[in-house]
């Protein structure tokens, strides 16, 4: 029997300092000659500890844990993961990601950089992220998919734990097809966001908001319609192969429900 390639799994903590922790985790996704995704890079340093977790099929399964708490505020964290030609994986996290306040009142800065190559596929679908009182995050996820590509893309952000008042959290999620733009969204709440980020035209009182993003090229022949989804989310269909679904919730469990229904019905559709 032929095995795999090693996996490359380090965990290293880099010394702290004022400004926070730098750290990185880097995947990358091949085909092998019997069809199956081997995982030739599979790098973390604290607090991003990359675990491959038991999967059935071809595809691959990597989970992100974290090895202590944060981001706080100064850290500054990067997440790349690479699918090259007819890989196929799957990215999920054990729990959810809490952003927290620093001691000198830095933001922290999450960056997400994900690549589909022609062929692959990629289910990026981590659980949801928290801003904590006092916390100040700054996250942008990159996609860049190839014409070929699948991506299945998830975010949800729950402002405050129970009863609390969130931090000033800002996201940005771009994604990009065959080397032009598809989606380029950003998002502000908490504290110090521009005015109105509470109100009607925004998030209406909600306290968790999420997106589902889903590019395939079969949507190309078969986009799905534009529907709504109850009273708070909405699937609409891109200026490509790919269809958005933007959800609000009171809280994290509901949100969760709306998006997995999204989900459900988008790779129906694909099939």
């Not at 944060?70 to 959810?96: F, I, K, M, W, Y």
């Not at 080397?179 to 966001?193: F, M, T, V």
Request: hydrophobic share 40%.
């Amino acid at each position: 029997m032929t095995h795999p390639p090693l996996l490359r799994d380090d965990t290293e903590l880099k010394p702290s300092s004022p400004a926070g922790v730098r750290a990185s985790a880097r995947i990358t996704a091949r085909r092998d000659a019997h069809g199956r995704t081997v995982l030739p890079l599979l790098h973390g340093e604290a607090p991003l500890a990359l675990r491959r977790t038991r999967a059935t099929g071809p595809e691959a399964h990597v989970t992100l844990v974290g090895a202590m708490s944060g981001p706080l505020g100064g850290d500054r964290l990067t997440v790349e993961a690479e699918v090259e030609e007819g890989a196929s994986l799957n990215v999920g996290s054990a729990a959810a990601t809490i952003a927290l306040p620093g001691q000198d009142g830095a933001p922290a800065h999450y960056d997400v950089r994900l690549t589909v190559a022609d062929g692959a596929e990629l289910r990026w679908l981590p659980e949801q992220l928290i801003s904590v009182k006092g916390s100040e995050l700054r996250v942008t996820t990159r996609a860049d998919i190839a014409a070929g590509g699948r991506l299945i893309l998830r975010e949800e952000q729950v402002l405050g734990r129970t009863a609390e008042t969130p931090g000033l959290l800002r996201t940005r999620l771009t994604v990009h097809h065959a080397g032009r733009p598809l989606l380029d969204q950003e998002l502000s709440c908490g504290p110090g966001a521009p005015g109105g980020w509470d109100g009607p035209a925004v998030l209406a009182g909600h306290r968790a908001v999420g997106q589902l993003i889903v590019v395939d090229p079969d949507f190309t022949h078969t986009p799905p319609l534009p529907t709504p989804l109850g009273d708070s989310a909405a699937l609409t269909p891109l200026a490509g192969p790919g269809t958005l679904v933007t959800a609000l919730a009171p809280d994290a469990l509901q949100l969760r429900r709306i998006l997995d229904d999204a989900l459900t019905r988008l790779t129906t559709v694909a099939r």
